[in-house]
């Protein structure tokens, strides 16, 4: 290796000629910042990949507006650490020609040309990373397959974007995008973020599931139709407006106005009945009830 000042002679120079050289557009960047240290340690931002050799040699640019270049060699070692802009591991695979890099490392031997032997390489390209939100639904898009969450991870409001083959869990129920509100509460959303689009891709979403709903309690309501007239036996009641399916298993109690033990035959279709039971977590139409009463006789 030669020396410092060898080094940096030789990177003036190489400026110096290549300075009437312009440097092609198509890969034109942010001005580059490099630092070399008397004991080789490299240090660069904004590297352009002009071409990739094999799997794990970049041959790069370091640019100062659009005509002033220097090419860099980039070897990437089996522990080189690399990442994506915001911290992703990444592979070598994934870097492409035209990416910007960060790089660190340590000069090697060359002539005419930086060849670095990368302990890090920071690709600024690679936008798109895996990643979880949460937060509070602002707005719904059913024909987008897109909903607005407001959350406080990446700040503002974050673009939630649904697949066809995106999961939607709420509680213990798989449900459609058309079941998400406004106010809806997003445990976790888990997916790929954009960081370049402020656009989240979800694979998994789960929403919150208020429990209260599910306490045992008392229904009062229209009975429709009784399906047997001994126990098990399922009933259709209408509690105001909502149709529920009311399983009674056996043992189950029921009783007339007076709270004496009755006959299923006695219920017809129009008499209001009241039964306890609570909301099946599944099927927010079905109740489990254990006790049945009605209210006409």
Do not use: C
């Amino acid at each position: 290796m030669r020396t410092s000042k060898s080094v940096l002679t030789s990177l003036i120079f190489g400026v110096v000629l290549l300075a009437p050289l312009a440097a092609t557009r198509a890969y034109a960047a942010s001005p580059s910042e490099l630092h070399i240290k008397p004991d080789g340690k490299f240090l660069a931002t904004n590297v352009v990949v002009t071409q990739k050799a094999g799997t794990s040699n970049f041959f790069s640019r370091v640019t100062w507006g659009n005509n002033v270049y220097v090419r860099v060699t980039i070897l990437a070692k089996k522990d080189t650490a690399i990442t994506k802009a915001h911290g992703e591991p990444a592979s070598v695979n994934e870097i492409k020609e035209k990416d910007v890099l960060d790089v660190e490392g340590t000069l090697s031997s060359g002539e005419g040309v930086l060849i670095i032997n990368a302990t890090r390489i920071r690709d600024t390209s690679l936008q798109i990373e895996s990643n979880t939100v949460s937060g509070t639904v602002v707005s719904v898009s059913p024909e987008s397959s897109l909903f607005a969450l407001a959350n406080t991870k990446f700040g503002g409001t974050t673009t939630v974007l649904l697949a066809t083959s995106t999961l939607i869990q709420k509680g213990v129920r798989t449900i459609g995008l058309g079941e998400i509100s406004k106010g809806d509460k997003i445990l976790s959303a888990t997916g790929n973020y954009d960081y370049s689009k402020n656009i989240f891709s979800a694979s998994l979403i789960e929403v919150y599931q208020d429990k209260s709903m599910f306490v045992l309690r008392n229904f009062e309501g229209k009975l429709k139709s009784v399906s047997a007239t001994t126990l098990p036996t399922t009933l259709a009641v209408s509690v105001g407006g909502t149709d529920y399916t009311v399983y009674l298993a056996e043992g189950a109690s029921v009783l007339n106005n007076r709270r004496w033990s009755a006959s299923l035959t006695r219920f017809v279709a129009g008499d209001t009945v009241r039964f306890y039971g609570g909301i099946r977590q599944t099927n927010f139409s079905e109740i489990d009830a254990t006790v049945l009463r009605d209210l006409n006789f």
